[in-house]
């Protein structure tokens, strides 16, 4: 019957002899087009498709929540798959009738949640049924049949809590989800099985600003057309909570302005995790271009960097957050301050 059947559905088909990447970029433009508000993407590559990374960051700018198989290449090496490992997508594993992970099923830090993925009934083309009895239905197995199961269950809570920002909702159904295995994340089920009537009562964590902000591309307005707005102009006090996930949303940028022969404080008190603090120059092109500050303690102390305009002229700053490297946890959350000394 499947998890939703009154949702209202779109195809957008893609080759099926030769899926390439322009052609996945080319179908996610055409889901963001078609105001979709769910994606779901059974199909995956062992390559990066920097073009279908684009694609679908703009996706999530527009508000949509993008779905992934996890990939059935356990057995083949367990390459990490794209889309799924991508920031900002929803990854989906497989797991079977006695709650265990799927032995095909793909294993990794990027894997949010699991749904059912072994003997899924599903509809084929009539020629194609090959189960003994041509009636267009078959069992079949992969993390394919997994991943629409979450697609519907994003969508039903994006409809019945209309009041929570698209990140909130993507939260609430993986936080959600059932714990497998062993006690909390784990890597071949994520947080667990999928469970809609707990995503539907989950209270989520707060909404995460401006994203995607996962690099200055995304900030500047290269990618996207128009800058995003700067979040401190040289006055005042601005604070706010965000997260960030190595995997999901791997760091947050954030555009500041600084006055001439004036200096700006950035201080990010962990709320959990470990988080890094960075500053950069306004001509910085990526997070891997030259840093001018960085603060990385350990524990629970506040980070702190100063950024100083020796010049004439007002001067475009960027406050990064990530996680550290070798933290107990892949994400952090932190609530940032953006003040004047």
């Given at each position: 019957?499947g ?8 195809n ?6 030769a899926?390439?990447?322009?052609a ?5 433009g ?18 990066l ?8 960051q ?127 994340f ?12 707990a ?18 591309t995304?900030?500047?307005?290269r ?12 006055s005042?006090r ?11 949303d ?87 301050t953006?003040?004047?000394?």
């Amino acid at each position: 019957m499947g998890v939703w059947p009154g949702a209202r559905a779109l195809n957008i088909p893609l080759p099926s002899n030769a899926l390439t990447c322009s052609a996945s970029a080319k179908g996610v433009g055409q889901a963001i087009a078609s105001g979709a508000a769910v994606i779901n993407m059974s199909y995956g590559s062992a390559s990066l498709c920097r073009a279908e990374y684009n694609a679908l960051q703009r996706a999530v700018s527009r508000g949509i929540i993008p779905v992934a198989a996890a990939g059935n290449e356990f057995a083949s090496g367990n390459p990490p798959e794209f889309p799924a490992s991508l920031p900002h997508v929803l990854t989906v594993a497989a797991i079977n009738a006695s709650l265990s992970a799927s032995s095909f099923s793909n294993a990794n830090s990027a894997v949010d949640l699991s749904a059912p993925g072994e003997n899924i009934m599903t509809a084929v083309p009539v020629g194609l049924d090959e189960d003994g009895n041509p009636d267009g239905y078959m069992a079949l197995d992969g993390t394919s049949f997994s991943a629409p199961m979450v697609a519907a269950a994003v969508a039903w809570v994006r409809a019945a809590r209309p009041d929570l920002q698209p990140d909130q909702v993507a939260q609430a159904v993986r936080l959600s989800a059932r714990d497998l295995g062993k006690k909390g994340f784990d890597v071949q089920t994520g947080f667990g099985l999928l469970d809609v009537g707990a995503a539907l009562m989950r209270e989520p964590p707060p909404a995460d600003p401006l994203e995607p902000n996962d690099d200055m591309t995304f900030v500047n307005g290269r990618s996207f057309g128009t800058p995003s707005p700067v979040v401190f102009a040289g006055s005042g006090r601005t604070r706010f909570l965000a997260l960030v996930d190595a995997y999901e949303d791997p760091v947050d940028v954030y555009r500041v302005k600084v006055r001439p022969h004036k200096r700006l404080l950035a201080i990010a008190k962990p709320a959990f995790g470990n988080p890094v603090l960075l500053g950069y120059r306004g001509n910085a092109r990526s997070v891997n271009s030259q840093r001018v500050a960085i603060s990385r303690h350990s524990g629970g102390h506040a980070e702190r960097i100063t950024l100083r305009n020796r010049g004439r002229r007002v001067k475009t700053f960027y406050v990064v957050l990530g996680v550290q490297r070798g933290a107990k946890t892949l994400d952090a959350g932190y609530a940032l301050t953006l003040r004047r000394p």
